[in-house]
């Protein structure tokens, strides 16, 4: 996250099998891309978008 800017005040989280699937309909609905998917060292897969509103919305895999 860029330090010059003002950090969220909350995020949500949704889970999900299908990350890219729930990725794609965000952003067709109007989301704008914060990072696409990427795999964390604990096997978790988890993408983020800003909701219309600019609310920080996580996508995430299950975690295992």
């Known amino acids: ?3 010059q800017k003002k950090p969220f005040g ?4 949704f889970v999900t099998k299908n990350i890219d ?3 794609r309909r965000a952003i067709d ?3 704008t891309s914060v990072s696409k998917s990427i ?8 993408s983020y978008v800003k909701d219309i ?3 920080l919305v996580e996508i ?5």
């Open 53 to 55: 509103n600019g609310f």
């Open 29 to 31: 609905a109007g989301a």
């Open 10 to 13: 909350f995020e949500i989280g």
């Open 60 to 64: 995430c895999t299950p975690m295992s």
């Open 21 to 23: 699937e729930a990725y």
């Open 1 to 3: 996250m860029n330090s």
């Open 39 to 46: 795999l964390k060292p604990w096997g978790q897969v988890v």
